[in-house]
């Protein structure tokens, strides 16, 4: 049974919620809170794996970040009024692991909690959509601020292989190299960018992955931070 801490300024949903979850065998809300600051009280000590973050109005991002910021990274899943991209989008930037509107009944959220705990995150291919475009475009953008160092192709091939983690034995492997040619790039790469280890050279094309997978209905995208 995954435990719940449910956050809502309006009284009357902390109240319904209780109730809409009485007899699921799935979902047991372990406490209610009015606001952020009551719920990071809470949930040190309730230990709930999910808070539900109920938002009002729009432009309350502040609010996520402030949960997940104070409890230690708890899954918070925000619910809102409407599917709005750019809002939800906001949300997600702001530490949020999953979203559920209006219309959403119990197996939308048992299915939107499922994926949050299992590091994935269901959305409809509406949104999923919105999210490749706006990939695509903070791609472009950072490709543009490399290139600015004025790599050469090869070496933005080289970077690119970086920034996924791979040592200069794969980079030779993937690009039918010599190890010690990836070395040169790399010396090359690190000299023209100013930085002095590999790990700075990689924050230039940022550190995340995503992998959006597709599905009839909804599209679920994996976020997740390369750490390697």
Same mark, same amino acid.
């Given at each position: 049974m995954?435990?719940?801490?449910?956050?809502?300024?309006v009284?009357?949903?902390?109240d319904?919620?209780k109730?809409?979850?009485?007899q699921?065998k799935?979902i047991?809300v372990?406490?209610?809170?009015?606001?952020?600051?009551?719920?990071?009280?809470? !949930?040190?000590?309730?230990k709930p794996?999910?808070?539900?973050?109920?938002? &009002?109005v729009r432009?309350?991002?502040s609010q996520?970040r402030?949960?997940?910021q104070?409890?230690?990274?708890?899954?918070v899943v925000?619910?809102?009024?409407?599917?709005?991209?750019?809002?939800?989008?906001?949300?997600?930037e702001a530490? !949020?692991?999953g979203y559920?509107?209006r219309?959403a009944?119990m197996?939308?959220?048992?299915a939107t909690?499922?994926?949050?705990l299992?590091?994935?995150f269901l959305?409809?291919?509406?949104?999923?959509g919105f999210l490749?475009?706006?990939l695509?475009t903070?791609?472009?953008?950072?490709r543009g601020?490399?290139s600015?160092y004025?790599?050469?192709?090869?070496?933005?091939?080289?970077?690119?292989?970086i920034?996924?983690?791979?040592?200069n034995?794969?980079?030779?492997?993937t690009?039918c190299i010599?190890?010690s040619?990836?070395?040169?790039?790399?010396?090359?790469?690190?000299?023209?960018t100013g930085?002095?280890?590999?790990s700075?050279v990689?924050?230039l094309?940022?550190?995340?992955? &995503?992998?959006?997978?597709?599905t009839? &209905?909804?599209?679920t995208?994996?976020?997740?931070?390369?750490?390697r």
């Amino acid at each position: 049974m995954v435990r719940i801490l449910f956050v809502s300024e309006v009284r009357l949903c902390r109240d319904g919620i209780k109730q809409f979850f009485s007899q699921s065998k799935d979902i047991e809300v372990v406490g209610l809170a009015a606001n952020p600051r009551e719920a990071v009280r809470k !949930a040190h000590t309730l230990k709930p794996r999910i808070i539900l973050l109920h938002l &009002t109005v729009r432009g309350q991002a502040s609010q996520v970040r402030e949960l997940v910021q104070g409890t230690d990274g708890i899954n918070v899943v925000v619910l809102v009024a409407l599917e709005v991209e750019d809002e939800i989008v906001s949300y997600l930037e702001a530490g !949020a692991v999953g979203y559920l509107d209006r219309e959403a009944g119990m197996s939308d959220v048992l299915a939107t909690i499922d994926a949050a705990l299992k590091g994935e995150f269901l959305c409809s291919a509406r949104l999923a959509g919105f999210l490749v475009r706006k990939l695509a475009t903070c791609s472009i953008q950072k490709r543009g601020a490399v290139s600015s160092y004025g790599l050469t192709n090869r070496e933005m091939s080289v970077l690119d292989l970086i920034q996924q983690g791979l040592s200069n034995k794969e980079i030779a492997r993937t690009l039918c190299i010599e190890v010690s040619t990836v070395k040169n790039h790399v010396h090359s790469i690190l000299e023209k960018t100013g930085a002095h280890r590999r790990s700075e050279v990689a924050a230039l094309l940022g550190g995340y992955r &995503t992998r959006i997978t597709a599905t009839k &209905t909804h599209q679920t995208a994996h976020f997740g931070k390369n750490d390697r």
